[in-house]
């Protein structure tokens, strides 16, 4: 069992393009969006994965994920009727020594874009770059398993102002 130690904010401008050291396209789907037990199909250019999460106390969690065939996790998003996926573009930005994540979301989640930063410890300190704004570690809205249940395109500028009053 690994402990997944990592906090989310809003991107709030496109500069991390250019400070990106490369990208991958992800494909993910959920078994199950349980706060309790989620379980993730999450498929990265020509790897797949099988991932188990417990419940969020505050930026921390448990987390087993597990390699699998992109065939298998292909086909259980089929067999199984997972109706909606998530599909994404992970950018990869150095920024002061750390490793920032940058999701930038397509089809109806388009205009959404989070980065997140992984941590040894809770109470890790970080230099934040300049195209992060609101913190939204721990507000669901923002879980991709609750994300990938949005029956209605993303709105940027809606997400904008809750995320303002989080």
């Known amino acids: 069992m690994a402990l997944e130690i990592e906090r989310k904010f809003i991107v709030t401008d496109s500069s991390y393009k250019r400070l990106a050291k490369g990208e991958k396209h992800i494909?993910?789907?959920y078994l199950s969006t349980t706060p309790d037990a989620t379980v993730r199909l999450r498929i990265i250019d020509d790897r797949a994965f099988i991932t188990v999460k417990s419940r969020n106390a505050g930026c921390c969690r448990?987390?087993?994920?597990y390699g699998i065939p992109v065939a298998d996790a292909t086909e259980m998003i089929t067999s199984c009727n997972i109706a909606e996926v998530i599909e994404k573009t992970r950018?990869?930005?150095e920024y002061a020594g750390r490793l920032w994540e940058i999701d930038e979301f397509a089809g109806r989640l388009d205009g959404l874009v989070v980065a997140e930063i992984e941590l040894s410890h809770s109470d890790e300190t970080f230099e934040l770059p300049p195209f992060v704004g609101t913190e939204v570690t721990g507000d669901s809205r923002y879980y991709n398993s609750m994300l990938v249940s949005l029956s209605y395109p993303?709105?940027?500028?809606?997400?904008?102002?809750?995320a303002m009053h989080v």
């Open 27 to 29: 494909v993910q789907a």
């Open 91 to 93: 950018h990869y930005v």
């Open 154 to 162: 993303f709105d940027r500028e809606q997400t904008k102002q809750a």
């Open 62 to 65: 448990n987390e087993w994920e």
